[in-house]
């Protein structure tokens, strides 16, 4: 089953604590009123781990994403999403940065392939409209 180590208050999970799931995957951070809250760590098996702010349960706010495999992710979520400005890294020579909504690319961002950045507007993880900038 599950275990939690930590602080409790009228029996209910509150302050810092460890949570582990039967499955192995793991949270350690803050807790309020029985729910994960404040700032904190879940960690799965593979070694792939958020690192951020939760609210009611929820990735909320500024966040580190990593992935096992190396990619990952810095930015803004909501709702256990990605949502706002932020960057996926792929590989050294692949990222995107730019505005999420929803897990995907939406709004104005950059793509960045080795030494070329394609500039332009996504909807839905798909560029819609290249946008060519001036060098100065």
Known sequence: GSIYEGNYFNNKKQGKGKFVWAD???????????????????????????EGQWKNGKIEGY??????????????????????????????NRYFEGNWKNNLENGEG???????????????????KKINIKKE
């Open 24 to 50: 192995g995957s793991s949270y350690e951070g803050e807790f309020y009123n029985d729910e994960i809250n404040g700032k904190g760590n879940f960690r799965w098996l593979d070694n792939s781990y958020y």
């Open 63 to 92: 966040w580190k994403l990593s992935f096992f495999n190396g990619q990952y992710y810095e930015g803004e979520f909501s709702e256990n999403k990605k949502s706002g400005k932020g960057k996926y890294f792929y590989n050294s």
């Open 110 to 128: 950059v793509l960045i392939l080795g030494n070329k950045k394609h500039h332009g507007i996504w909807k839905d993880g798909k560029l819609l």
